[in-house]
């Protein structure tokens, strides 16, 4: 199965957009890229996902390299409350039943 | 509030004994995962559920075992316990999302601290 790369940590200010890149060179043209976060003591949760294209919801934003060996997750403005562990995951193929394969992932610190 | 329970939030059990950690997934949801957190690490996939059925295998120590019943709930068992088995224990349940992704559901998870 495809691994993800990812920086232990990055940080940036308070209502400023934030960039978090992800490696998966070994990607392979079936794997979904899946981002999770996980606020502290809590459980993880679903961020936003996607295959090829650039995707958007109400959470963040996702832009897929056109050779998809990376991709970006982006917080529009960031809040104090998005200070999380974000999750930049392949959807494993088939034979593993489609099993998310979790990173490290990157701690995400939010500056007032 | 995600919809999954765990139970319990914490337990302090000594080495050498047996726990069981319960999971109800959201209404619906037919997979349950188990997922072990060590500390400040990833999540590791222990094993996923799917109506009742084991689906998939990860990590899981033969000390472990797991099963999900007809009401859908699903029960982590983890025996002859060790130091290193402290760590947070996670349940997910999951809905289909397009293309066969699935979005997963987390508890709030179970604490587990053996001393």
């Known amino acids: 199965d495809a691994k993800t790369t990812q920086p232990n940590s990055m940080e940036s200010n308070e209502e400023e957009p934030v960039h978090l890149p992800c490696n998966h060179s070994t990607i392979s043209g079936t794997d979904y890229i899946h981002w999770y976060r996980q606020l502290p003591s809590q459980g993880p949760e679903y961020v936003i996902h996607g295959l090829t294209s650039n995707v958007n919801n109400r959470m963040a934003s996702l832009a897929i390299a056109e050779d998809r060996k990376s991709s970006t997750l982006i917080l529009h403005r960031a809040t104090l409350r998005d200070a999380a562990v974000y999750y930049c995951i392949l959807r494993g193929s088939m034979d593993s039943n489609y099993q998310l394969i979790w990173g490290a992932g990157t701690k995400l610190i939010i500056k007032p | 509030d995600s919809g999954v329970t765990q139970t319990p939030k914490h337990l302090i059990t000594a080495t050498g004994q047996r726990v069981t950690l319960r999971c109800s997934p959201r209404s619906g949801d037919l997979s349950v995962y188990w997922y072990q957190q060590s500390l400040d690490q990833g999540l590791q996939f222990l094993i996923q559920?799917?109506?009742?059925?084991?689906?998939a295998k990860g990590n899981i120590l033969e000390r472990f075992s797991a099963q999900q019943f007809p009401d859908l709930h699903s029960e982590l068992n983890l025996s002859s316990l060790e130091l290193g088995d402290s760590a947070l224990y996670f349940c997910a349940s999951s809905v289909v999302l397009r293309g066969g992704n699935t979005e997963a559901f987390f508890g709030q998870g179970t604490r587990l601290t053996v001393v």
């Open positions: 559920y799917y109506n009742g059925e084991e689906r």
